[in-house]
Structure formats: structure tokens, C-alpha cells
């Protein structure tokens, strides 16, 4: 093998290519991320980003390295206990991958915070690693105003959360995991309506009928079903009227005269499809909500400028979004599914066609210049029936720990379960009692050398006090305090601030995927909360 | 009075935490004490696989306070594994990455020794599989699971009542991922669900029938597949060389005879990417899922080695497209599992069925690719190129009825590269 094509970025990233794409490499290879912190959470993180080929990330931290990280950071070794940890670990992610920069500074993230808000907006994601309540929350503000991503994650003792924080964030390809194919039995386009005119079932020796992709199958019995029905308009909505279709697709098989079977693998293809492909061709919740959306009247951002474009795509087609294109795969002699294919795939590039040509008419209208490219566009309507917005509150504890509490007073669970197993809601609010432990002692229960118990008084005070606070007055608080059992609350405790390298890893790496779905714009990001019990290797999401 | 922490310039603190102190959530024997923590140093594991999940794993362990780990991996490291095999560099592309891997984690975690084997795990004997305390799997193939899984289960002796001396077990965690998708799992050999009991949550490989990409190709993999099990043997390309799907000089003619056949039947989408992924059946590998089934897998190892927390019963899923979900699920064992029964099972056929539906029925049941069967007397059916007469023979036998080969209570020998040791069959007829 010669040099040149051994170390070929395209070789080195060819197997995450396979499931993102070029282009969603290529917004990647342009995303720059702020990580506050460098210890092993932190570190984790970045190693997958690293990995993944980011442009950029920067460190901003002012720990120095000692012992303890020695024992859970991967990224640092014995020699550099004293060193800024920031300029350490640095150093050793930096060799994971040469087309990636990253720079430190090792002044504390609330010195950060103070200088200019534009350093800041230059970053694609900005990430807090195990930060105090208060330098979370204050990141959190200045950036949801600013519209970057923020993700706030920690990791203790077994347990590890992550709360994904941003105003609004589009989602171009959500990636589906087996969508519903765009077949267009309730609207044939011309071409296709051509293909099914030609097609006579009757006509065929047995040999093509066997060989009839089970799409044309699917249109021939509905032409039976219309007559049947008396009404050309008639298209199967409901289970039993499904059923019917694969009645009269069962009357179409035939069989040779020597075999005597009539069974054959399209006609088994037609009759398991019938479910799933008879549905009207509609526009999913998802996609009306961002039409109506005041930002698709108004944005220069390339999402809304498309979105605008589709929204007027539609108008003038019959209430339909462009075709995807993409047919399933079904028995078939060559000739008439490669006919199908090359049709469906017209029919997509000439409706992504006619997207761009509005989306330019949009994008004069806002006084931008070409933005979409040909390629973008054609992407974009492929998968336009998924497109989707997410949007998050800003994160505010006071009132999260509110949410949290009316979510644990929901919880009804006998004792033994309650003792086996601890919700992950009252993981979330021990996670806040060791917030304020912290803000109001100035260390982490279970780090003072003194038994454990004692600390979990103080702890179990401070839940009661976060319990009281959050309900209203006079309600009462046993049936939330019931939920969280004491032995939860000496968990807290045992951990002491405890830091496992197989906690953080696994945190981190859900959490770099996370952040590469917010940069790329593609996959369903985490909405909004997300906690995971190392215990039970559970984990919960719910919106805060 | 000021109390101090005594562990505030320790380097194990953050472990210690845990194995130091009392808990709710712990295994009912655990006690806590520093013992723990050196328990777990002298704590031997074997990590089976050093690619995407093998380089987290080794990282994971060691930095949860393993110091005496071993590896097995025959492969090199190839460009596409920087992605997400961190512990390997451009300079090392074509070095072992069992050897590789072990010297930078020794490197990097002080006072932790990784022996490397650069060999395939079939290499080793029970003798070397005996010496450890727990095996953990991160590996993309199959075989190579049942195999290992088959060894554990061999090494599980039995008390002189029949029931398994828990001294000889060796737990296995074993891991796997494919895409943003990923699975951990604990097996205690002989005692819960094993490879075998549960080989029905492997899809079978999907292969492309020979008619269709010979006649009616209408996928882009159809006219690709077609250049590789057809036009390549016939063609004889570069001197009669087998078909490397590593040699990009061999990918380049593929794909250049594909696109032929590919316009001639008006096909899009062959290209590059795709031909060297059917021809390697590539799974596509993020750095992400591979860190988290890697710690899923770790945080098990360290659950079984100090009792801090109960281990997970015994399966978990993982998925990240949409959002992130995991789920536990209780994997049951399969009471006529072949390998749990160490590989003697009874079998219920219809005399007047032929060879052929038996093999068919072997080869879906146990996920067979080209299996030898045979009698005390002889060999019923072989397939082998070293073979030819009995290959003659073999394709004779499929059409006679069992009842014309083997007598009722005869014992048939099934044997398959992809079984650790063959299977014997009781015949009962009914």
C-alpha cells in the first residue's frame, strides 16, 4: 500500500462516514467545542470527539493535577502531578488524531464567563463537566441567549447525568430507524400512473406475475378495491379494509400447471407490506409545527429558509411534500424495479428541483445571497416527512428541583422496590442535596474522614429543606420524603465525591454523541435529561 | 475539631470510596474494607479482542484498579480503526494490536501490567484459560464468541452431586456493538443464559441468492456480489490471486466491473464505499458506543471482582438514535442448549424425513456453515475440497430417508467450524 492512500482521512473516518454521511463529516470536521473542566469526564468526552475529527476544542480549567486524577484520568500520567491539568490533558488528546487543534487556558471557567460573551458565540457547543450549580447556571444563561448548545453534565460515584440546555435546535435528518416508506399508493405521480397503466396482471405468464415487484401488485388491487367499492376514490384506512387488499392480492396469484402452488416471494412481500404501505401520504405533527413556526415566516438561517421554500412546495402540490425517492427493495426481474427505482428517483431530484427554485425566491425575498446549495436541498427533501424542532427551557434548578419533587410524589412503589431500587427523579434530587451541600459546607458529603452517617444527617436535612421549598405551602411532605429512603442518602455519602473512570466513560461517551447530534443537525438529541444508575445500568430521560 | 479525609492523596480514592464503605446497593457478603481494593488488584482478567471495544476495555479496567490483565487479539491495526481504537497511531498501522495496546496502557497507567498475545484465541488451551478470574469479550465476530463461551463452559467441573463447582466457573462479560447500537452481558457458564442459549438473538448472514444477482440484479450489492463469487473465479484476475478485500488494487477492479454490470441493468449507487463494504462486511463503528458498552462491560468486571453493587441480570441493550436508551433485560437459558449439556442432546426426527431436512433443521437451529455429520460406522455427510470422493457420497446420502442411515438410539456426531466442539445427537424416532 503507498502512503498516500494509507493515511487518507477518508480511510481513517470510513467507518463513521458509512452511518453520518460526507456531510454530516463535514460538520463535524467544522465543529469547535468548549469544554469547562479536564478531569475524567471531561477527558472522555473529548477523546470521542477527538476521534470523531472536530475541527477544534478548548479546555478552560484552573485544577491542578494531583494523585487522585491520576488514578481515573487516562489522559494524564504520573509525571504530571502539579502540572495545569488543562495543559496536561491537553497535550494527550491532542495526539489522538493530527487534523484536530485544541488549546487550553488554565484560568477558572467563572473568569470565563466574565469576558466578552463573543468568545463564547464562536463556539458550536460549549460543555460544563462536573461544575458547581452556580457556574452552570450562569453559563447556561449567557449562552441560551446566544443560541449555543449547552450540555451540563456530572458524574458521582455511580451515577451520572447529563441535561442537554438550548433554545431551539433543527433537525434535518433525524435518521428513523425504519420510516415508513413514501410509496404514494393514495397519489401516483404522472410517470408512475403511466408504468401501472401498462401493467396487466392478466396478461402475464406466471413467470412475470411472479416477478411483478409487489408495489405495481399494491396498485392493481386497489383499481379492484375502487371497483369493488364503487368509488374511484376509495383508498383502504382502516385494518379490516387492509384486509380486503390482501384478499383480492391473494386472488392474483396464479399457479403453473406442473408445480400447483400458488405461493411466490412477491406475492408474501405484497401481503406482509400491506399494513404499513396503505396510509395515506400525509404531513406529520413534527413537520405542520414547523410551518407554523414564526421563525419560517421571517429566519435567514439555511434550515428556515428551506422550510419556508417546502411550505410553498406544498401549497402547489396537492397538499404533498416532495417525494423521498428511495423505494424499498422487493422481488423483481431487473427491468421493471430498476424502471420503478429510476422513476421514484426522478420524481425526487424534479420535486428538490422545484424546492430550490422557491427556496431561492425565499432566500431574495430575506436579502441573503445563495445560501442551499443543489446538494443540501436534495438531502433536505429526502428527508423532509422528518424534520423536526426541539426546544428546551433554560435550565434553571430552582425550578427543575420543583419538576423533580412532583415527579418523585408521583412515584408508587412497595417498600421492597423502593429499597432495591432508587428512582432515577430521586437520584436527581440527591444530585441537588449535594449541590447545596457543597454551596453551604464548602466540600462534598463523605470527604471529611468522619463517618459517613454523620454527613447523611446533614445530607437528609438539606433534601428535607429542597422538599419543603418546592412544594407549596402547607402540603405535606411525607409522601415525597417517603420515596427517598435513607439508605439512597448514605449512598450519596459512600460515594464522597467520587469520580469512577467507568462512570465518566460511559457518560462521556453518550455525551459526545450528543454533541456530535447538536453540530451536525442530524439524529434526535437527548430531550432534555438524562440520568444514569450504574447500579442497575438503568437509565431515564425526561424533560426538566 | 478539623477531621481530615485520609484518602486525599490517594491515587485509587475515587475506587476506594466505594470499596472501602458500608452500602444499601452492595452484594450481601460484600464487606467493607481496604481488602477489597487489593482483591481487586490481584484480580486476573483476560481481555479477549483489542479493537474498538478491547482499547476501551484495557483502559477501563485498568483505571478501575486492575493490575494484572492480559490480552489475545491476532489482528494488525489498519487506518480505519483510528476512529475510534485510541490507543493505536498512524505509525503503528500493520503492527499487532494486542502488543501495541498493552504497551501504551503499561505505559500510561503506572504499575499496571498488560501481557499481550498475538494469536487467535483458538491457540490457547484451558490450561491458559483456567489461570483467570473473569474473561471479557470485546469481539466482532460470532464464531469467536461461541468458541470462547464453549471453552468456559468445558472448564466448569462438576461436584460429585451433579451440580457445577462454582470454584471452576468463570464469569464472562462480553460485549458487542454495530453502529450506535450495542449490547453488555454477564454469563456465569453452566448457570445462566450462554452464547448458545440465546444464538437466536444473532441474525443469520444475510446471503444474496446466486439467481438473483446472476439473472435479475436490481440492487446496487447485487451487481457487486456478482463481480466477487462469479466473474473473480472465472476471470482469474492478477495471476490467479484470491480475492483480497484489503488490497485496494483488487476493490478498484471489483468496483470497475460492477459499475459495468451495474449500467447494463441501469442500477445506481455503486461506488467505492460500498464495494469494500460488501466485500469486507463492513459494520459501521463510532468511538461513542464502543466507550459506553466498553464501560458497561468494565463496570460489570468491577461489580464481580469487589461486590460494591449487584451485577446486572444479565443483558442490556443500548441505543442512541433517538435520544438515549438502555434497558435491562433477564435472558432465560435454554434447557436443551448443546453447549450447557456439554454437547450430548437427544433429537426427535421422523424416520421417513431425509438427511437433507435434518441438516437444514441443524444448520438454522445452531447457525451451522458447512457441517460434517457421522455415525460410530461412518461419515453420513462431509463437504470438503480434501474430500472429493466423500463429497460424492455426501450429496448422495441428502436424498435417502434417516431411516435408511441410522437405527432409532443411534448417536450422530455434528461437527462445524463454527461449533468450539461437535454435538451429539441421540436419534429418537417418532
Known amino acids: 500500500m503507498t502512503p498516500s492512500t494509507t493515511f487518507d482521512a477518508s480511510n481513517r473516518y470510513d467507518r463513521q462516514v458509512r452511518l453520518w454521511g460526507e456531510e454530516g463529516q463535514a460538520s463535524i470536521g467544522s465543529t469547535s467545542v468548549c469544554v469547562l473542566g479536564s478531569d475524567s469526564l471531561a477527558t472522555e468526552t473529548l477523546k470521542s470527539l477527538v476521534l470523531a475529527g472536530v475541527q477544534s476544542f ?32 491537553l497535550e494527550k488528546l491532542t495526539e489522538l488524531n493530527p487534523s484536530v487543534s485544541g488549546s487550553s487556558s488554565c484560568q477558572s471557567p467563572t473568569a470565563l464567563a466574565q469576558e466578552d460573551v463573543e468568545k463564547l458565540a464562536t463556539f458550536s457547543v460549549v460543555v460544563a463537566v462536573n461544575q458547581t450549580e452556580e457556574i452552570d447556571s450562569k453559563f447556561a444563561e449567557v449562552l441560551y441567549g446566544i443560541r449555543v448548545p449547552f450540555v451540563c453534565m456530572k458524574s458521582y460515584g455511580l451515577i451520572g447525568t447529563i441535561r442537554i440546555c438550548i433554545k431551539e435546535h433543527t433537525i434535518a435528518n433525524s435518521h428513523e430507524e425504519n420510516p415508513r416508506p413514501d410509496l404514494r399508493l393514495d397519489a401516483p405521480f404522472e410517470k408512475l400512473k403511466e408504468m401501472i397503466n401498462e401493467t396487466n396482471l392478466e396478461e402475464m405468464t406466471v413467470e412475470q406475475l411472479r416477478h411483478t415487484p409487489y408495489i405495481l401488485l399494491h396498485f392493481k388491487a386497489l383499481e379492484v378495491y375502487r371497483k369493488q367499492k364503487n368509488d374511484p376514490n376509495a383508498f383502504p384506512e382502516s385494518t379490516n379494509d387492509r384486509k380486503e387488499i390482501q384478499k383480492i392480492l391473494q386472488a392474483f396469484r396464479r399457479s403453473t400447471e406442473d408445480s400447483g402452488t400458488k405461493d411466490s416471494e412477491n406475492f408474501d412481500e405484497a401481503r406482509t407490506a400491506v399494513m404499513r404501505a396503505f396510509q395515506k401520504t400525509s404531513i406529520g405533527g413534527s413537520v405542520k409545527a414547523i410551518f407554523a413556526s414564526p421563525q419560517c415566516q421571517t429566519s435567514t438561517q439555511p434550515f428556515w429558509l428551506i422550510c419556508e421554500a417546502l411550505r410553498r412546495f406544498i401549497q402547489s402540490n396537492n397538499g404533498l411534500l416532495p417525494l423521498r425517492g428511495t423505494l424499498p427493495d422487493m422481488t423483481s426481474d ?67 428541583t420543583k419538576e423533580i419533587v412532583g415527579k418523585i410524589q408521583e412515584i408508587n412503589v ?111 438529541p437527548i430531550d432534555n435529561t438524562f440520568v444514569f444508575d450504574g447500579h442497575t445500568q438503568e437509565s431515564s430521560t425526561f424533560k426538566l | 475539631m478539623i477531621s481530615v479525609d485520609p484518602l486525599a492523596t490517594e491515587r485509587w480514592r475515587s475506587i476506594r470510596r466505594l470499596t472501602d464503605r458500608d452500602s444499601a446497593y452492595k452484594v450481601p457478603w460484600f464487606i467493607p474494607g481496604p481488602e477489597n481494593f487489593e482483591t481487586l488488584q490481584n484480580t486476573k482478567i483476560l481481555v479477549i479482542g483489542a479493537g474498538g471495544l478491547g482499547c476501551e476495555l484495557l483502559k477501563n479496567l485498568a483505571l478501575s484498579g486492575f493490575r494484572t490483565i492480559e490480552v489475545i487479539d491476532m489482528d494488525t491495526i489498519d487506518v480505519s480503526n483510528l476512529n475510534r481504537q485510541f490507543l493505536f497511531r498512524e505509525s503503528d498501522v500493520g503492527k499487532s494490536k494486542a502488543e501495541v495496546a498493552a504497551a501504551f496502557v503499561e505505559q500510561r497507567v503506572v504499575g499496571c501490567q498488560v501481557t499481550a498475545h498475538n494469536c487467535r484465541i483458538e491457540e490457547k488451551g484451558p490450561d491458559f484459560y483456567r489461570k483467570f478470574a473473569m474473561i471479557i469479550c470485546g469481539l466482532d465476530s460470532i464464531p469467536a464468541r ?7 463452559c468445558d472448564l466448569v467441573m462438576e461436584n460429585a452431586d451433579g451440580t457445577p463447582d462454582l470454584t471452576t466457573l468463570i464469569p464472562m462479560i462480553d460485549g458487542g456493538t454495530e453502529g450506535f447500537k450495542g449490547n453488555a452481558r454477564v454469563i456465569y457458564p453452566k448457570l445462566s443464559a450462554c452464547i448458545d442459549c440465546t444464538i437466536d438473538l444473532y441474525p443469520p448472514q444475510v446471503n ?178 480434501l474430500l472429493p470422493q466423500l463429497e460424492e457420497e455426501s450429496k448422495a446420502n441428502l436424498l435417502l430417508s434417516l431411516k435408511d442411515i441410522v437405527t432409532d438410539g443411534d448417536e450422530i456426531l455434528v461437527s462445524d467450524e463454527v461449533l468450539s466442539r461437535a454435538i451429539t445427537l441421540r436419534i429418537k424416532f417418532v
Open chain 2, 208 to 385: 444474496f441468492p446466486l439467481c438473483t444477482i446472476a439473472h435479475t440484479p436490481r440492487l446496487p450489492e447485487h451487481c457487486i456480489e456478482y463481480i466477487k463469487v462469479v466473474v473473480w473465479p472465472e476471470e482469474k484476475p492478477f495471476d490467479g490471486e484470491s480475492l483480497d478485500a484489503d488490497n485496494p488494487e483488487h476493490v478498484e477492479w471489483v468496483l470497475q466491473r460492477a459499475l459495468l454490470r451495474a449500467e447494463k441493468y441501469n442500477i445506481r449507487g455503486v461506488d467505492r464505499r460500498l464495494t469494500s463494504g460488501v466485500l469486507k462486511r463492513i459494520i459501521p463503528a463510532v468511538a461513542s458506543t464502543n466507550a459506553v458498552i466498553a464501560a458497561s462491560c468494565a463496570l460489570e468486571a468491577l461489580k464481580l471482582a469487589t461486590n460494591i453493587a449487584k451485577p446486572i441480570d444479565n443483558y442490556l441493550n443500548f441505543t442512541q438514535i433517538h435520544g438515549a436508551y438502555t434497558s435491562v433485560v433477564s435472558m432465560n437459558k435454554d434447557e436443551n442448549c448443546h453447549v450447557c449439556n456439554g454437547g450430548r442432546l437427544p433429537i426427535e426426527v421422523n424416520p421417513s424425513y431425509t438427511l437433507e431436512s435434518l441438516i437444514n433443521r441443524l444448520v438454522e437451529r445452531y447457525q451451522l456453515k458447512n457441517p460434517t455429520l457421522e455415525t460410530a460406522a461412518r461419515k453420513l455427510y462431509c463437504i470438503s475440497l
Open chain 1, 414 to 524: 412497595d417498600d421492597e422496590t423502593r429499597e432495591n431500587k432508587v428512582d432515577s427523579a430521586t437520584w436527581m434530587l440527591l444530585m441537588r442535596a449535594v449541590g447545596r451541600f457543597k454551596r453551604e459546607k464548602g466540600r462534598y458529603p463523605g470527604t471529611n474522614g468522619v463517618p459517613v452517617s454523620i454527613d447523611a444527617q446533614d445530607l437528609k436535612k438539606r433534601v428535607e429543606a429542597l422538599v419543603r421549598e418546592s412544594l407549596t405551602n402547607g402540603q405535606d411532605i411525607t409522601p415525597v420524603f417517603h420515596n427517598v429512603t435513607d439508605s439512597a442518602i448514605s449512598e450519596m455519602c459512600r460515594f464522597g465525591a467520587a469520580e469512577l473512570h467507568v462512570i465518566s466513560s460511559y457518560v462521556g461517551g453518550i455525551a459526545s454523541q450528543e454533541i456530535i447530534k447538536l453540530a451536525t443537525n442530524q439524529y434526535v
Open chain 1, 334 to 400: 431487473s427491468s421493471r424495479y430498476t424502471r420503478l427505482a429510476t422513476l421514484f428517483h426522478e420524481k425526487a431530484l424534479s420535486d428538490a428541483k422545484e424546492v430550490l427554485r422557491l427556496t431561492r425566491e425565499v432566500e431574495k425575498e430575506r436579502g441573503v445571497g445563495d445560501v442551499i446549495s443543489d446538494d443540501v436541498c436534495y438531502r433536505f427533501c429526502k428527508n423532509a416527512d422528518r424534520i423536526r424542532i426541539q426546544s428546551s427551557d433554560l435550565l434553571d434548578y430552582n425550578r427543575e
Open chain 2, 146 to 152: 461461541r468458541w470462547i463461551n464453549g471453552m468456559l
Open chain 1, 58 to 89: 478548548f479546555i478552560v480549567d484552573d485544577a491542578r493535577v494531583e494523585q487522585a486524577d491520576i488514578g481515573q484520568n487516562f489522559f494524564l500520567h504520573n509525571n504530571d502531578i502539579g502540572r495545569y491539568r488543562a495543559e496536561a490533558t
